[in-house]
């Protein structure tokens, strides 16, 4: 009985290793695999990009560098220069014909501010607004408790202010 357990037990471990060796080479496999869709993928992308990108790259900078070729930078020079003496001569001529004009504005529009200011601290501060129910609430706090209650119908003792504001609502 024992021998066969022992045979039993032993011919487990050796399908167990055999199981994991399975498993083992699937598993390589699907790496090995992987590494070949990686190459050949990385392969397709080479043979796109130097039989269509690259060439068009270097299409575009001998485009680039035809183009300015064809540029007289010394005459663009030139002609920036050119722009920024006359663009300067008119701010100079701006500033220099208008400096009378701004000098009238700013007195004109500093006599007027002036003036708004004398009339105003000759005219008397308007009175603030008042609502209309203060006039009933100052009436109204010169009666007594008593009378506040039997104006209100309010049967319970109550501060005068509370009656006040019971008779204005």
Do not use: N
């Amino acid at each position: 009985m024992i021998h066969t357990l022992t045979t039993l037990v032993s011919g487990i471990e050796l399908l167990t290793e055999i199981s994991l060796a399975g498993v083992l080479l699937m598993a390589i496999d699907r790496l090995a695999a992987a590494v070949r869709f990686t190459y050949a993928a990385g392969r397709f992308c080479g043979r796109c990009w130097f039989r269509y990108g690259q060439p068009a790259l270097l299409a575009a900078a001998d485009g680039i560098s035809w183009l300015l070729a064809q540029i007289d930078w010394a005459e663009v020079r030139g002609t920036v220069a050119d722009g920024a003496r006359v663009l300067i001569a008119a701010v100079i001529t701006v500033a220099i014909t208008a400096q009378p004009l701004l000098v009238r504005c700013s007195a004109a529009i500093g006599r007027r501010y002036a003036a708004l200011l004398v009339r105003a601290a000759d005219e008397p501060a308007p009175a603030p607004l008042q609502h209309p129910l203060v006039a009933l609430a100052a009436e109204l706090e010169q009666l007594t408790c008593k009378e506040l209650r039997a104006l209100t119908g309010c049967r319970r003792k109550t501060s005068k202010a509370q009656l006040i504001a019971m008779a204005l609502a």
